[in-house]
């Protein structure tokens, strides 16, 4: 999982991480819930109210373009960013210069697999081959078979029913004319987390660029980034209790990058457009935020996600858990609930709590995470991915339980 060395060194638990509750009186909900508990962390986050007050200034009173450097606003604003720059790679761990922000992680993986491939067939004067996982975000799937339509070949490799891919397969899959693999370290719905150092490995032996989308993992997980010989990565803010409409790309010096538009010139060329200020603001603080308590937090949400499963469990014996329980974010519990239909458990659960049964991109259709691993598409929608977040309480775990333990109850009766 390339956790450092110390990430697994379990920290006092401190109370004061919890907090406390709050109801609406005036709201009629169930007798044992006030209003509907979060359990959808995975979709987006609350903005911090640090970073909002860090983002303030550049709102209304630091206002210029970070691209007029004639004026006294606009080298404000410049040197503003230079320093955000500069701060979140030194959290990424690599130089300033591979870091290119962007409109959030989506951006990021169309700018760094449509604008790579692009670029590498130029050169090659043909296209080539690409592999990813069947499983990955649409994020990632949706460029790549794009460039399928434009003439490369893409091979969507099928993981493990841990939903796990191993090097073995990936190495199986490798041709002459491989030249980019796209794994994201840990996947959205189902939380698993991939050995991408291994994978990684088998890449630069060959010299295929490797891209993965860290919009799920940078801030949550405690890793070593060069340790795992990422060329291309992705974040976003909203991710993790940063604005929405912010990402970064870090880009590779050893692999070509051909932009996905022009007009400006700004961030290498690459990402033209005037850069949104506040929101780099933003996301570093964010991040400086997110690596502050990162260690404590990764333990805390994984006992009170096992709190959850266990709980489940005992209440409900014949749930079936949806990936690897060990290569699992601390905060990601993905189950399926035999015996009940998908749509009848949301719409009962919508008054206690909130939750999902896939992407929040899916737009209503049954998980295509799940259908690779194997379920069915009744099983798919009958499934839950319950999300932990900074602001979790046991209490609310607890209600949690009680809350789908009941609506289970009465959908099969």
């Known amino acids: ?24 009186k005036g709201r009629s909900s169930p007798s044992f819930e006030a209003r509907p508990m979060e359990f959808d962390y995975q979709s987006t986050t609350p903005c911090d109210p640090a970073v909002l007050a860090a983002m303030e200034p550049y709102w209304n009173q630091y206002w210029g373009n970070a691209s ?38 989506t951006e990021a993986n169309n700018l760094a697999l449509l604008g790579h491939a692009r670029a590498r067939a130029l050169e090659l004067g043909r296209p080539g ?37 191993s090097a073995e397969k990936l190495l199986q899959a490798f041709e002459k004319d491989t030249f980019l693999v796209s794994v994201m370290m840990a996947n959205n719905e189902i939380g698993v987390v991939q050995p991408i150092s291994e994978l990684t490995g088998l890449c630069k032996e060959r010299g295929v660029a490797f891209h993965s989308d860290l919009a799920q993992t940078f801030g949550h997980l405690p890793i070593d980034l060069n340790q795992l010989g990422l060329d291309f990565m992705s974040v976003s803010g909203h991710k993790l209790y940063g604005p929405k409409g912010i990402g970064a790309l870090v880009i590779s010096s050893e692999f070509s990058l051909m932009p996905l538009q022009w007009g400006g010139g700004q961030e290498q060329g690459l990402r033209p457009g005037t850069i949104p200020v ?69 719409r009962e ?45 046991s209490e609310e775990v607890v209600k949690a339980v009680r809350s789908i333990t009941k609506v289970v109850n009465e959908l099969r009766e």
């Open 349 to 393: 659960l919508r008054s206690y709590l909130s939750c999902s049964s896939g992407s929040a991109c899916s737009r209503g259709a049954p998980s295509h995470v799940l259908l690779t691993l194997g379920r069915t598409p009744n099983e798919a929608e009958a499934s839950l991915r319950m999300s932990l977040g900074r602001d979790t309480t």
């Open 129 to 165: 081959h690409l592999i990813t996982l069947a499983t990955e975000h649409h994020a990632v799937l949706d460029p790549l078979r794009q460039l399928q339509r434009e003439g490369f070949r893409l091979t969507e490799l099928r993981p493990g029913l841990d939903g796990l891919l």
């Open 1 to 24: 999982m390339a956790f450092t060395k110390d990430a697994l060194e379990k920290p006092d638990m401190n109370e004061e991480s919890d907090k406390a509750l709050s109801f609406d």
């Open 68 to 105: 007029s450097r004639h004026s006294r606003m606009g080298l404000h604003a410049s040197a503003a960013v230079s320093l955000a720059r500069e701060q979140l790679a030194a959290f990424l761990k690599i130089q300033p210069e591979r870091l290119i922000f962007t409109s959030g992680a």
């Open 278 to 346: 506040p929101l780099v603001i933003g996301l570093v603080k964010a991040a400086e935020l997110a690596m502050q308590d990162l260690h404590s937090r990764y333990h805390r949400l994984r006992e009170l996600r096992n709190q959850l499963w266990e709980g489940l469990l005992e209440q409900i014996p014949n749930l079936i858990i949806n990936g690897s329980m060990e290569q699992r974010l601390p905060n990601n519990l993905n189950f399926t609930v035999p015996g009940v239909r998908g749509n009848q458990l949301h």
